[in-house]
């Protein structure tokens, strides 16, 4: 499994993050307390907590050939955020998400991110995403939706969400996306 460095939608460049991405990720998205809320990842308080992160995407993709994107304006390569797939360890699963800047958000964008990692899975061959939500993250919620996915009703599981209540899980969401036949 290998998926595509690059790829172009009508609105976004999508590639794998870079060591030189770090600084902007971070100012970006990563280190906003709003942005970070509902992931399942801590606020990032130094660059050095991001360009660790960027180390990690780096193993994942030589790894297991697929990883993070960062999500870029096609106009004018402005950072708006990131998504990508992985290979969840326990399950098997291959999960994707997304993260938007705040002025990114409303705008269409994650929408049209993880449609195209619909269509990577989908070049891929993978038979099914998954995708976790926060219960209360509706913005989410709908965006998954548009995008095809259905929530699993008998998802029971609950998650830590370290931005809210540290090591308390809170209620998730189990999206799930056939892809390939």
């Known amino acids: 499994m290998r998926a ?3 790829i172009h939608t ?16 971070f100012t970006r ?13 801590p606020t990032h308080r130094t660059v050095a907590d991001t360009a660790a992160f960027v180390v ?19 106009e004018d390569g402005r950072l708006l955020g990131s998504t990508g797939l992985s290979i969840d360890d326990d399950s098997a699963d291959v ?10 958000w409303g705008r269409g964008y994650a929408t049209e991110a993880l449609g195209a990692m ?12 998954v995708a976790l ?25 609950r998650t830590e969400f370290p931005n809210l209540v540290p090591g308390v899980p809170q209620a998730t969401l189990r999206y799930l996306r056939r892809v390939a036949p």
């Open 10 to 25: 009508a609105r976004l460049v999508l590639a794998p993050p870079a060591a030189a991405d770090a600084a902007a990720m």
């Open 56 to 74: 990690f995407s780096d193993a994942l993709w030589a790894g297991t050939g697929v990883g993070a994107y960062l999500i870029r304006a096609r």
């Open 95 to 104: 999960v994707t998400g997304y993260v938007l800047a705040r002025d990114a």
């Open 4 to 6: 595509p460095h690059v």
């Open 133 to 157: 939500c926060h219960a209360e993250h509706q913005p989410s919620c709908r965006v998954l939706e548009k995008c095809g996915f259905t929530r699993d009703p008998v998802w029971t599981e």
């Open 29 to 41: 998205y990563a280190s906003d307390p709003d942005v970070t809320r509902y992931l399942g990842w």
């Open 118 to 129: 619909v269509e990577v899975a989908r070049g891929l061959r993978v038979p099914q995403l």
